[in-house]
């Protein structure tokens, strides 16, 4: 599964590609909007962070004319990015359009099978079911996902399956239980995936028992 970091901050972006894990950015309005910087000029700079990385960079309008003239100034900026665009039905129609001109889109704001379906006949790259904002309201936000997987593979579908809205890690867990191409995570949930209390311990007491040996990995020079 490929892991992508959700964040508008550069800072983010770097230290997390430092860990050679990371595949990908997504980034939204609310996110580039707390970065402090410009709209293309954070895009840009994340692309030089991640060189290969897919990096997704929002529309912000909400009608079809105005939408792929966004889409079409955005995508021209960098061969890396993805254009993301909301489940709406203009925004369903942008997609379509901007698969047929190459266009790599990523759609967001998807919470059921049927959006996903729509996302994907219309030739998405990404599709971003999110998980947190339905479990926020007491639902399962990962059977849509499951559902989205099974689609896709029962009907060989192009697109990718995103997991948005990740707010722990047992999202990344069951993202990969169910099959899902993509986990995308805030820098936190991302630095959590490291931690264990057992690795911590672990780790303390290797060392504690190596230097209580008087032990070195390089061994002195003798003198002459």
Known sequence: MKLFVDTGDTDEVR??????????????????????KGFRETVLEICGLLPGGAISAEVVATDYDTMLNEALEIASWH????????????????????SERGVRTNVTLVFTVTQALLAAKAGATFISNFVGRVDDISGEGMDAVAETVE????YGFASEVLVASVRHPQHVVQ???????????????????FRHPLTDSGLKRFLDDWNKAGL????PTPSR
């Not at 990371?22 to 970065?35: E, F, Q, W």
């Not at 899902?180 to 995936?193: D, G, N, R, W, Y």
């Not at 070195?216 to 061994?219: A, L």
């Open 15 to 36: 230290k997390a590609a430092e860990w050679g894990v990371l595949d990908g950015v997504t980034t939204n309005p609310t996110l580039i909007a707390k970065s402090g």
């Open 79 to 98: 061969p890396q990015i993805v254009v993301k665009v909301p489940l709406i039905e203009d925004g369903v129609r942008l997609v379509s359009t901007l």
């Open 151 to 154: 689609m896709v593979r029962t």
């Open 175 to 193: 993202a990969l239980r169910v099959g899902a191409h993509i986990s995308t995570c805030p820098f936190k949930v991302l630095e959590q995936l």
């Open 216 to 219: 070195s990995i390089f061994q």
